[in-house]
C-alpha cells in the first residue's frame, strides 16, 4: 500500500512540474501579432495643401515657393497608458518630390505594431547619434552621401532640408534652411496620459491603422529673427541662408519647425 502511495505521489508530482515547464516555456514565446500601421505625412500651408514649385504668401506678405522639402524621421514610437515607448520604425526620409507624395498629397511609412490602445505617438525629426556620425560611404538608405542630406565638410546629416525661393520686386531671390547637428535632433510627441486626450490610436488586426500628420509650412514664417518680428526672407539677407555657421538662424528655423507639426 505505500509502494502504491509513494509511486501515486510521484506521478502527481511529475504531471505538475511537466505542466508547470510548459507553462515557463509558452510565457517566453513572442505571442503578439504584429499589425499593420500607415504613418502619414502630408504638407499645408496654411489652410491650402502643400505642392513644390507653388507660390504661397507668409504671414510677412512675402511670395514663397518651395523647391525642396524633406525631413529624416527617427525613432518612430507608440506610448501605451504607462508612458513606455514601443518603438515601431527605423529611420526613414520623408520627401515632398516623391511621386508617391505628389499622387496623393500623402507620404506614407509603411510600419508593425502590436494591437492594442495606445496614449498616442511619438518620432524624431533627425538621426540618432549613433548613426549621424559614421561614415556615410558605408551607409545604406536611407542614410548615405547619395541621400544629398549630408554635410561632407561637416560630417554628420541635414534633418530637415527646407529650400525655395521669394519674390523680392520681381526679382527671384533663393532662401534655404538647412536644420541639423545633434543639438537640433526634434522630437515631435503626439501623446498624453490624460483621459481626456485626442492623441489615442487604436491599432487593430486586420484594419486598416493610420496615423495622420500634417506639416504645416505657414508656421516656419510667422517669427523672425527679431522674435517681434516675422521671418521674411523677401526683406531681410540675414534670414535667407543657412547651411552651418552662424547659430542664431539655424537656431530660429529649428524653433520654427518644432511647430509646423499636428495630427489631422
Not at 504613418?39 to 504661397?56: I, R
Not at 518612430?76 to 498629397?105: E, K, N, Q, R
Request: hydrophobic share 35%; charged share 15%; proline share 3%.
Amino acid at each position: 500500500m505505500k509502494s502504491l502511495y509513494y509511486l501515486l505521489t510521484l506521478s502527481v508530482f511529475g504531471l505538475f512540474f511537466a505542466c508547470d515547464d510548459n507553462s515557463t516555456e509558452s510565457d517566453h514565446q513572442d505571442t503578439h501579432v504584429h499589425t499593420h500601421v500607415v504613418l502619414n505625412f502630408s504638407g499645408a500651408f496654411g489652410a491650402s495643401a502643400l505642392s513644390l514649385n507653388t507660390n504661397y504668401t507668409t504671414s510677412a506678405s512675402d511670395t514663397v515657393q518651395f523647391t525642396t522639402l524633406k525631413f529624416f524621421v527617427s525613432e518612430i514610437a507608440l506610448i501605451d497608458s504607462f508612458g513606455a515607448a514601443h518603438p515601431i520604425g527605423s529611420i526613414h526620409l520623408v520627401d515632398f518630390s516623391a511621386a508617391d507624395y505628389t499622387a496623393d498629397g500623402k507620404f506614407s511609412l509603411e510600419l508593425e505594431a502590436d494591437p492594442g490602445f495606445y496614449r498616442g505617438l511619438k518620432f524624431n525629426v533627425g538621426v540618432p547619434f549613433s548613426e549621424n556620425h559614421k561614415n556615410a560611404a558605408t551607409q545604406a538608405a536611407p542614410l548615405g552621401a547619395s541621400s544629398g542630406m549630408y554635410w561632407p565638410w561637416n560630417p554628420g546629416y541635414i534633418f530637415h532640408k527646407i529650400e525655395g525661393k521669394t519674390d523680392s520686386a520681381g526679382k527671384a531671390i533663393n532662401f534655404g534652411w538647412h536644420v541639423g547637428e545633434d543639438s537640433r535632433n526634434l522630437t515631435v510627441m503626439f501623446a498624453s496620459l490624460s483621459g481626456t486626450t485626442k492623441t489615442s490610436f487604436t491599432v487593430e488586426s486586420g484594419k486598416d491603422n493610420a496615423f495622420n500628420v500634417t506639416a504645416d509650412y505657414s508656421k516656419l514664417f510667422d517669427t523672425g529673427l527679431n522674435p517681434s518680428t516675422k521671418l521674411s526672407p523677401k526683406n531681410n539677407v540675414s534670414e535667407r541662408i543657412h547651411h552651418v555657421g552662424p547659430k542664431n538662424l539655424a537656431d530660429r528655423i529649428y524653433a520654427n519647425t518644432s511647430l509646423i507639426f499636428s495630427r489631422q
